[in-house]
């Protein structure tokens, strides 16, 4: 692997782990009486405020293994992508971050 394969690997893999923490404590709140649908309209909804109140943009095709932030029509929301690096999921990152990342692209 080559030196900026590797790094554009551990960014990905640092912001991806950095906002999946950030996002954890506000759905484990919300999960208490809501059913199955509830809680994906839900992530969307937190996902979508979460882009604009912090200058993120949607990175597809940077994804891990069911950690997506959403995707465009592949599947219903957050945490179902089933391949890494899906071409319909993406990934929140700080605006201006995807075009540095190998593979990341603005649309899907």
Known sequence: MNKQALTAST???TVG???????MPGQAQNMNG????????????????????????KCYGI?????NDC???????AGQATIARDPASFVLVPAGDCGKIEGGKLTS
């Open 11 to 13: 960014l990905s893999a």
């Open 17 to 23: 782990l950095a906002l999946a923490m950030l996002a």
């Open 34 to 57: 809501m059913n199955k649908m509830q809680m994906q309209q839900q992530m969307v909804k937190d996902n979508m405020m979460r882009m604009k109140t912090n200058h993120l943009e």
């Open 63 to 67: 994804n891990a293994v069911a950690k």
């Open 71 to 77: 995707a465009a029509g592949a599947h219903s929301c």
